[in-house]
């Protein structure tokens, strides 16, 4: 139960999808200039996150290692992820349909999404638990949806600022983004006082 | 279908006008990730470039025979397998580099470059302008992968190449550790941003810097090649304003004339027509 809190908590906090690991920043710079569009595509990640790595879990350790075909996991995975956004999309729209108002367009986007496939393989990578990897892209997904709306806010406080011409548009954003960053690396030591 | 361009422009169009990362914004997670060193930023751009080749030239050798229909699903496997190659090679002869980017070669697979680029060009062109145009996006990149790669590990560590620079560590300059972190790493990315969009706008004279805000990133990548999706059906995002539904809104809905405006408005103005 420890190690699957420190991996969450180590995965929200310190290795942040975005923030330090770099993963899914096409959509953190894309999506962030309304919180609205920020909540709707930190939602369809923490989703598609938590079934593919429920699907692409097993599919390696029982499928692909058993029969020494481990380095397939590229193209098995991308496929899988790709069938799982289009199967969640249509059953969403049709149970859901408020949750597919929300996340709706933001699916198809994610299969091009490196976060998800970046989480999948790190989670074999790292030689997870089960319950340990659900952990991981859990906090992965939480992380994401922190960074999101940290940054979300940090743009709409943005629009009223002055700034150099020079500067406009993307540029300042990702200046942005990087003193986001830095506020990221204050929590290095959060997990040794937690739980060491 | 597409404009006709001579082999001369599509191999230089991706260093200034449409580079794939600093205008286009496409491909910036591992951008940031393994730039930390001019080495490894290099590999990378490399490595994306003969991916994006060998990818332009079997979708354009393939684009005949993919139905229409399940041409994503196509693309991404053939992008996969190329890259579950490119990954052994790179552990046979370079272990060292495929030890320093990790899981960012396999990450190659979804970088929206490469998709993109088979979406927009090998798609509807020839083989041997596909692999032209796969070389020129690719040197635009690795152009940009190494510079970001430079400046970062000149200013974070004082070193090139592993070498050091002797005017940083013994004069009064320290290296400034960061900009071996993310935090500089976004910074210097922002800045090379904006030197590049000033440069673009200075030689071609224009900013297309809104690319970036519409919200169908993966595949509609320019100005040029919007014209190319507004032929094809769109897989995803924004579908034409004459299929409306199934949730999907079009770009002008969302952010009205925004991206249009600036440099378009002759295009715009037929649109808008033919939405009438």
């Known amino acids: ?196 | 279908m597409a404009t006709k361009n001579s082999a001369g422009y599509e191999l230089t169009k991706g260093i200034i006008k449409e580079n794939p990362l600093l205008i286009l914004m496409l491909g910036t997670c591992p951008a940031l990730a393994v730039t930390t060193s001019a080495m490894n930023g290099l590999g990378m751009g490399v490595a994306t470039t003969a991916v994006l080749v060998l990818s332009n030239l079997v979708i354009s050798m393939l684009r005949k025979a993919i139905p229409d229909r399940i041409r994503i699903p196509a693309y991404i496997t053939i992008i996969a397998s190329l890259v579950t190659i490119l990954q052994f090679l790179l552990q046979a002869y370079v272990p060292a580099l495929n030890a320093s980017l990790g899981i960012f070669i396999p990450l190659i697979t979804v970088n929206c470059i490469i998709l993109g680029r088979a979406e927009a060009f090998a798609n509807s062109h020839g083989v041997f302008i596909s692999v032209i145009d796969g070389l020129g996006m690719g040197t635009g990149f690795t152009l940009a992968l190494f510079v970001i790669g430079s400046l970062r590990e000149i200013l974070g560590f004082g070193t090139f190449f592993d070498y050091p620079m002797p005017w940083i560590q013994e004069g009064g300059l320290q290296p400034m550790m960061i900009f071996g972190l993310p935090a500089g790493g976004f910074a210097i990315f922002g800045i090379m941003v904006a030197i590049t969009q000033k440069m673009n706008k200075r030689f071609y004279g224009r900013r297309p810097q809104k690319t970036m805000e519409r919200e169908h990133y993966p595949g509609s990548i320019s100005v040029r090649t919007d014209t190319i999706f507004e032929d094809t059906a769109v897989f995803d995002g924004p579908r034409p304003p004459r299929t409306p539904g199934r949730g999907a809104v079009p770009p002008a809905a969302t952010d009205p004339g925004a991206f249009v405006k600036e440099d378009e408005a002759e295009e715009n103005s037929t649109e808008s027509e033919a939405t009438k």
Not at chain 1, 15 to 36: A, E, I, W
Not at chain 1, 86 to 103: C, D, F, N, S
Not at chain 1, 123 to 138: D, K, P, V
């Open chain 1, 1 to 196: 139960m420890k190690e699957i809190l420190i991996i969450l908590f180590s995965v929200i906090l310190i290795d942040n999808l975005v923030l330090s690991r770099f993963l899914g920043v096409c959509s953190f710079l894309g999506l962030t200039k309304s919180v609205k569009n920020a909540m709707g595509m930190s939602v369809a990640v923490i989703f598609v996150m938590l079934v593919a790595t429920a699907v692409t879990y097993p599919i390696y350790w029982q499928i692909l290692e058993p029969v020494k075909l481990g380095y397939l996991q590229t193209v098995v995975f991308i496929l899988v992820i790709a069938s799982v956004v289009q199967v969640l999309e249509a059953v969403i729209r049709k149970i859901v349909p408020p949750l597919y108002k929300a996340m709706g367009i933001f699916l198809p986007l994610i299969t091009t999404n490196c976060a998800i496939l970046g989480v999948m393989l790190i989670n074999i990578q790292e030689i997870y638990s089960f319950g340990g990897a659900m952990a991981s892209s859990l906090g992965a997904g939480v992380g994401y949806t922190l960074a999101m709306f940290l940054f979300a806010g940090v743009r709409e406080k943005m629009e009223k600022a002055d700034i150099p011409h020079f500067m406009e548009g993307l540029p300042a954003t990702l200046m942005a983004a990087s003193i986001v960053s830095v506020s990221f690396m204050g929590f290095k030591g959060v997990i040794e006082n937690l739980f060491g």
